[in-house]
Each structure stands twice: as C-alpha cells, then as structure tokens.
C-alpha cells in the first residue's frame, strides 16, 4: 500500500490561525503548476515499482486553481505513474471556491473523493478566523457536490476555537448529520506562534476557551457522532462504515508515500531502507530547482529499524483499533508486546492499554492521555 499527495499551496485569502505553508498571493501559480508537472517526470522513472493505492491533492485550497489545471495535474499523474484502478482519489476544497464547473472537472478526472473545509458552521466564528466563506457557502458546496456525483464527503471542523461554545460545536455536528456527511475530521485548534490569531491571543484580543470545556466539548462530540452512526476511527477522524480515509490510515499505518509540491513529504523504502525526506518550502527554490532538473529534496535520512518500529507504534496507536500484532511481526520479526513489555506493563497499570490476541490499543483513557502514554514507549 502507497499514497501519493499532491501540495497546492495557494488560498483565496490567509486564515488567521493558519501556518501552513500557503499562500494568498496566487501570482505564481502557474509557474508553479508547470513545475508540478515536471516534479512528477522526475520522479516517475524513480517510482516505476511502486503502485499507488491513493491520491490526495490537499492545500492551501487546490480548488482555486483556475479551470483545467487540476484536471491535467491528475492525467498527467495517471500517465506517468501506477495508480491502482481502484485508488482513492482525494481532493481538497474549500466552499469559496467549489464551483459546480470546478467539481465536475475533479469527477471526471477521477476524484472520488471531496474533502471540504467547513470548520464551523457559525459565521461569526467564521469571521474570527479570518475565514473567506459562510455557512450557506459550505451547504451549496455539499449540494453542488452531490449534484455532481459525489457521495464520499468529508468535512474538517474544529473545536476549541477562541469564543466557541459547547452549542456551536454541537450545531456545526448537527449540520453535518443533517446534510448526511459520512466522514468527519474533527481537530482541535492548535494557536500557532506566528499567526495573527497568536498575536491576538497573547494580547488578551481573544480568549481560548478554558482546556476543561474543550474536553467536555469534544467528549460530547464524540458521544453525538457515534450515536449518529459514525465510528472513531483515528483520535480525531469519524466515519460511517465504508467511509474512512485509505489515504490516511496508510500514514497511520506508517506505510510509503510520496509527496510533491511544496514542502510536501514523503516516506519511502528505498534499496531496503526506510527514509524519509522533504521538499524545500520555499516556492522560488522549488520552481528554480525542478526547472533545472534537480528533485527539491531536504533532509534525507535512512531511519534505522528501531526507530521505524518506534513510528508504527507512535501512529498506530492513534488508530482506535491500534497496531496489529501479525502485521507488525511480518514487518519487523518481532511481536510489539514483547518489543515494549516495561511500557506497556506500566500503560496497563494506568488502565489506558488494551492488549489481545490480535491488537495493541489505547483505551479511552489512554486516548485522553495520549500524549503521556506515547511517552512511555519513547522512556522505556
Ligand atoms: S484555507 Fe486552509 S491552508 Fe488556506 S489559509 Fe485557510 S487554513 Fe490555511
């Protein structure tokens, strides 16, 4: 199993909590596209091997790209690398810029997959983060994507954002019921140093809400989605059954993917070796790199066998259902619980581990605690 994701990093206009690496200033965006495509000529003699079980073009927003871009960027994809016939194939969109011509465009290039960035459905909490659409903007986006024949939705919400109350959250899962979207993200704001909402915060402009009520907020989320159908499936991803994320649950699975674009990364076995490498952010640097031939690549480490079976339990135990033991047997030649038998004795003296036959896996307390109970793995 590989994933292959595709960076476009250009937005209508810069969130204010955001530091990803974005852009509002779409001047280059052509140059950059071109650069896209000979990224992946670069790279398609390298990955003749590997077959690709799932695309994610994510952002930014790749939907303001103007029109044909996106289309190109798949078919060009689908001709220069093996990408199984059944792949997932994900695309990001924000409501502002989902048009009915700009959705159709992805299904016929073979997006299966729409993942749209509501992250609350009030629209003065909208405003606070500096967000371009509404909430009348996300459901034409939902309709408009169903009119084109979409049915595998995602929506990616927040919690914990400055002024919400546990009723805004709660309204903005209700939406989402009603609207029957069968696959939620739900994140907690992380204040970033550097953005506006950063600066605001620590000048006493604006106040996160207490970490207590957060938790109470998100503990009810979760008890209202999964009265509502969907499986926890990740710490912060819900799904009905058939729904949930291939892409994601192969990082999750520590598996290989390759990044392109900007600062994208990615996570190969190359000659036998695990490594993990990254593509410069800075968007001169990547133009003027791929344009002269040369991969944009940064930091490229072989990660040793301990430290790779150290990452499949990191990640894995963000899945609800935890690490399989025979899978990770057939990677490593060894069985996890005997692996890290002094961490997980003492995560079972804390009640937060689950272990059988066939898995290791946080239990709710240990997913409270995530955190300190990875910690443990890292101490032993
Ligand atoms: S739309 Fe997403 S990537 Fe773009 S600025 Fe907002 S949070 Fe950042």
Not at 151 to 169: C, F, S, W
Not at 335 to 342: F, L, R, S
């Amino acid at each position: 199993m590989a994933g292959l994701y595709i960076h476009i990093p250009f937005c209508r206009k810069k969130c204010r909590y955001c530091d990803f690496v974005s852009f509002a200033d779409s001047s280059r965006e052509d140059l950059y596209y071109l650069a896209l495509i000979s990224e992946m000529r670069l790279y398609a003699p390298l990955m003749k091997d590997k077959r690709f079980d799932t695309v994610f073009i994510g952002g930014g927003t790749p939907t303001v790209l103007s029109e044909g871009k996106l289309g190109h960027l798949l078919s060009e994809l689908k001709n220069r690398f093996d990408i199984a016939p059944d792949a997932e194939i994900t695309c990001e969109a924000n409501p502002e810029s989902a048009s009915e011509e700009k959705l159709r465009e992805l299904i016929e290039a073979g997006v299966n997959r729409l993942s749209i960035g509501l992250q609350s459905a009030s629209d003065a909490l909208l405003r606070r983060l500096g967000r371009v659409h509404t909430k009348a903007d996300f459901m034409k986006a939902v309709n408009t994507a169903r009119k084109v024949g979409f049915t595998n939705i995602n929506a990616d919400v927040m919690h914990a954002l400055p002024g919400q109350k546990r009723e805004d959250y709660m309204d903005t899962l209700r939406l989402l019921v009603s609207l029957g979207i069968p696959h939620i993200s739900s994140y907690s704001l992380i204040l970033e140093e550097g953005t506006p909402l950063f600066d605001d915060v620590n000048a006493g402009r604006e106040t996160l809400p207490d970490p207590d009520d957060a938790a109470d907020m998100q503990d009810d989320g979760i008890a209202f989605l999964e009265e509502n159908g969907f499986a926890r499936y990740e710490i912060s991803n819900f799904a009905k059954p058939g729904f949930e994320c291939r892409h994601n649950l192969n990082y999750w699975d520590n598996g290989e993917y390759l990044g392109l674009g900007l600062n994208s990364h990615s996570a190969l076995r190359l000659k036998g070796d695990w490594t993990r490498f990254n593509n410069t952010e800075n968007l001169s640097e990547y133009i003027n790199e791929v344009g002269e031939g040369k991969l944009p690549v940064r930091n490229t480490q072989k990660i040793e066998k301990q430290e790779e079976m150290f990452e499949t339990v990191m990640l894995g135990l963000r899945k609800i259902n935890g690490i399989s033991r025979s899978e990770f047997q057939a990677r490593f030649n060894v069985d996890p619980v005997t692996e890290y038998a002094p961490a997980i004795a003492e995560l079972e003296l804390d009640g937060m581990i689950e272990v059988t036959e066939e898995s290791l896996r946080l239990n709710r307390r240990g997913l409270d605690f995530q955190n300190e109970a990875l910690l443990k793995f890292m101490d032993q």
